[in-house]
C-alpha cells in the first residue's frame, strides 16, 4: 500500500512543482495546492498503512494490528491550515485581479521593484480602504 | 509551572480574542493591545530571569508523555527571543499609535500583530517538530494578512512573492517532519537529539533532516534562498516591516540553532557546509544593498548580510561561537527594527524614501540624526556600541578555530555595512533637500514614534554598555544549546 502512496505522492508533487514554474500567478498557486496534498500524501504514506484496527483499546484487550493514528492527525492539521493558506492566497489574487488587471510572474516582480512612490506612505497608504469587504 | 510555560502563547492569543470581543470600540482595541504586548515583555522577562537562575521550564501539554505528547521547553536562548519578541511587539504597536490612517486599518494591524505574536513565541518554545511546523503556520497567516494590509498594486504584488515562497518552505518543512517522523518514529526534538547524538540515524532520517535545513534556511534568508526577502519587505506598511525585519527571520535562525546543536553538538558535515552559506550570505547581502537607492531596501538586504554573521556562530560550533550568535541574535532583533522604525519616521519627515529625493535631515532634527547614528554605528560594529562586541566575539571565535577566511569575511563585510549607513547618512541626513520647502511639510509626526526610535535606541546603548552580563548570560545559553540536558531529559518518564 504505502508503494502506491508513495507513487502518486511523487506524480502529484511533479505535477505540483510544474505549475508553480508557469508565468500565470492562479496556476503557481494552484500548484503550491496540489504541492501541498502531495505532502500530505507523502506524511499519511510516511506513517504507514499497515495497520487494520483502530487504534482503541479498552483495559486488558490488546490489538492484534492496530493503525498508527499520529499521520492521520498530522496529515488533518496540515489539510487544514493548508486550505485556510490556499483561500488566503486566491483571495490575493482575486483582490489584485479585480483592482489591476491580470499579473503574471514577471509583472509582480516588475511592479515592486518600482521605486516608491514619493510622498511618504506614513500619508497616503497606497488604496485606502480598498482591499476590504 | 505548567501555566507560566504556556504563557508565550497564551497572552497574545488572550490579547488577540479580547480584542476581537470589542473590535467596533477602536480606543478598546489599542488599549488592550497594548497592555497585552507590555504583559508578553513582563512575561518574557520574568522568563529570563527564571532562566538566569539555571531553571529550564518544561512541560507535556495535556499530561501526555514524551514522546507521545507535545513537549515544550523554555531554556535560557528560548526565554530571552520571547523577551525580545515582547520588546519588538510593543515597540511595534506604540510606532503605530496615531499614526495618520484610517482607524479600521490600524485595529487591523493591532490584531493582526497579536496572531504574529502568538507564532512566534510558540516556535521559541515548542520542543516537538510538527507542532513547530503548527506555530509557523500560525506566524505565516498573521504575516501574510500584515504584508497584504492596506492593499495597493505594489503592495498586493510583493504580498504574492512573500507569500508563495513562504507557503512553499513550510510545505517543504511538513513534508521534512513527515519523513523524519517515517524514518524514527517520533517528533520529538529530544528523542531526535539521543538518535543523533548515539550516530544511530539512518539515511531516511538525515535525508528528513536536510530538507528540514533547508526549509529553515529560506525562512532564515540564507544564500541562495533569500531572494524572497528583499523582493517583498520594503512593500509593507513601515511599522508591519519593521516588526518583520526584526523578527520573523529569525525565527528560522533561532529553529537552525536549536536543531543544529540538538542534532550535532560536535562539528559534523553540516557545520561545513553552514560555514560557507554563512560566508557567501554576508558578503552577498550586504553587496545586494550597496546597489539599492531606497532606505527599506538597503536595509533589507542588510538583514540578509546580518543573519549571515549569526549562522557563522552556529557553524563554527564552539561555545563561543554560539554565544556570539546568541549575542548578535539579541543586538540585531532591536537594531535592525529600530532602523526601519527611523526609516519610516524619516520617509515621513522628507515626503520620500527615495534617497535621491530625501536630505536636509541633520539641519532640521538633529535627534533623529542621533536616532539614526546609534543603530546604523551598531549594525557596522562601531565600539562601544551593541554590534561591536557582537562581531568582536564572532570573528575572535573564527580565529580561535583557525577559520582565517570567516573573519575575513566577516570584517569585509563590517566594512561594507558601515559605506552602506553612511551612504544612507550622506544623501538623506548631509544633503541638502532638492526641493527645501517640502521638507517636514507633512509635521514631525506622532509621539509614539519618537518614544520607539529613542527607547530602542538606550537599548542598542545599553547591551553595548553592559556587555559583560548579556555575554555571560549568552555562554551560558550556549552552553545549555550543546548539553541540552532539558531536551534529553524529556523522555526520562516515558512509560515503556
Known amino acids: ?133 | 509551572m505548567n501555566t507560566l510555560i504556556v504563557l508565550p502563547v497564551l497572552v497574545p492569543l488572550a490579547t488577540l480574542l479580547l480584542a476581537l470581543l470589542v473590535k467596533r470600540h477602536h480606543a478598546w482595541v489599542t488599549g488592550i493591545s497594548l497592555t497585552g504586548a507590555l504583559m508578553l515583555l513582563l512575561t518574557g522577562l520574568y522568563l529570563v530571569a527564571v532562566a538566569a537562575g539555571d531553571t529550564v521550564l518544561t512541560g507535556q501539554m495535556g499530561g501526555w508523555a514524551a514522546p507521545y505528547g507535545i513537549s515544550l521547553v523554555i531554556d535560557r536562548l528560548s526565554a530571552v527571543m520571547v523577551a525580545i519578541t515582547g520588546v519588538i511587539g510593543l515597540a511595534t504597536l506604540v510606532y503605530c499609535l496615531r499614526q495618520p490612517m484610517p482607524a479600521d486599518f490600524l485595529r487591523d494591524v493591532h490584531l493582526f500583530v497579536h496572531g504574529l505574536l502568538a507564532g512566534i513565541c510558540g516556535a521559541f518554545i515548542t520542543a516537538d517538530v510538527f507542532n513547530l511546523y503548527v506555530w509557523f503556520e500560525v506566524l505565516l497567516i498573521g504575516s501574510f494578512a500584515l504584508i497584504a494590509l492596506g492593499g495597493g498594486e505594489r503592495r498586493l504584488s510583493g504580498a504574492m512573492i512573500y507569500l508563495v515562497l513562504n507557503m512553499l518552505a513550510t510545505l517543504l518543512f511538513l513534508l521534512a517532519a513527515g519523513l523524519v517522523y517515517g524514518a524514527t518514529g517520533t517528533l520529538n526534538m529530544g528523542e531526535l537529539a539521543l538518535l543523533f547524538r548515539a550516530e544511530q540515524a539512518s539515511d531516511a532520517a538525515w535525508l528528513g533532516v536536510i530538507l528540514m535545513l533547508i526549509s529553515f534556511s529560506i525562512k532564515a534568508a540564507l544564500f541562495p534562498l533569500f531572494g524572497w526577502l528583499p523582493a517583498s519587505y520594503h512593500v509593507a506598511w513601515t511599522p508591519v516591516s519593521a516588526l518583520f525585519a526584526g523578527l520573523l527571520t529569525k525565527v528560522g535562525v533561532y529553529a537552525l540553532i536549536r536543531l543544529v546543536t540538538l542534532l550535532w553538538p560536535e562539528p559534523d558535515v553540516v557545520h561545513g557546509v553552514l560555514l560557507w552559506v554563512a560566508c557567501a550570505t554576508m558578503i552577498i547581502g550586504v553587496l545586494g544593498a550597496a546597489a539599492q537607492t531606497e532606505v527599506r531596501r538597503i536595509l533589507s538586504f542588510h538583514i540578509v548580510s546580518q543573519v549571515g554573521y549569526m549562522i557563522l556562530g552556529l557553524a563554527l560550533a564552539t561555545p563561543l561561537a554560539l554565544a556570539g550568535a546568541v549575542f548578535y541574535l539579541i543586538h540585531h532583533i532591536v537594531v535592525k527594527a529600530n532602523l526601519f522604525f527611523v526609516g519610516g519616521i524619516a520617509a515621513r519627515l522628507t515626503g520620500s524614501e527615495r534617497l535621491a529625493a530625501m536630505g536636509g535631515l541633520y539641519a532640521r532634527t538633529p535627534l533623529l540624526a542621533v536616532l539614526f547614528a546609534i543603530p546604523a554605528l551598531s549594525l557596522a560594529g562601531i565600539p562601544p556600541l551593541s554590534g561591536f562586541w557582537a562581531k568582536f566575539v564572532l570573528v575572535k571565535a573564527s580565529l580561535e578555530a583557525g577559520v582565517w577566511v570567516a573573519a575575513f569575511f566577516a570584517l569585509l563585510t563590517g566594512v561594507f555595512t558601515l559605506l552602506s549607513m553612511s551612504k544612507i547618512w550622506n544623501e538623506g541626513f548631509l544633503k541638502a533637500h532638492p526641493q527645501p520647502d517640502q521638507l517636514g511639510s507633512a509635521g514631525r509626526g506622532p509621539a509614539g514614534a519618537w518614544y520607539t526610535a529613542g527607547v530602542l535606541a538606550l537599548i542598542t546603548v545599553a547591551i553595548g554598555l553592559g556587555a559583560g552580563p548579556v555575554m555571560e548570560y549568552a555562554m551560558a545559553a550556549s552552553r545549555q544549546l550543546i548539553e541540552a540536558p532539558a531536551y534529553l531529559q524529556l523522555l526520562d518518564g516515558r512509560p515503556d
Open chain 1, 1 to 133: 500500500m504505502e508503494w502506491i502512496g508513495a507513487i502518486t505522492a511523487g506524480i502529484m508533487a511533479a505535477l505540483g512543482v510544474w505549475m508553480m514554474l508557469d508565468r500565470h500567478l492562479m496556476r503557481v498557486v494552484l500548484g503550491i495546492a496540489v504541492l501541498g496534498n502531495a505532502i500530505n500524501l507523502g506524511v499519511l504514506s510516511a506513517g504507514r498503512f499497515a495497520g487494520t484496527e483502530a487504534a482503541f483499546t479498552f483495559a486488558g484487550q490488546t490489538l492484534q494490528n492496530p493503525a498508527n493514528p499520529l499521520p492521520q492527525a498530522l496529515v488533518l492539521t496540515a489539510i487544514v491550515i493548508g486550505f485556510a493558506l490556499f483561500v488566503f492566497a486566491l483571495s490575493v489574487l482575486k483582490r489584485t485581479h479585480e483592482l489591476h488587471g491580470d499579473k503574471d510572474t514577471d509583472d509582480v516582480s516588475q511592479v515592486t521593484e518600482q521605486p516608491s512612490p514619493d510622498g511618504g506612505e506614513e500619508q497616503d497608504p497606497a488604496g485606502r480602504g480598498q482591499g476590504r469587504q
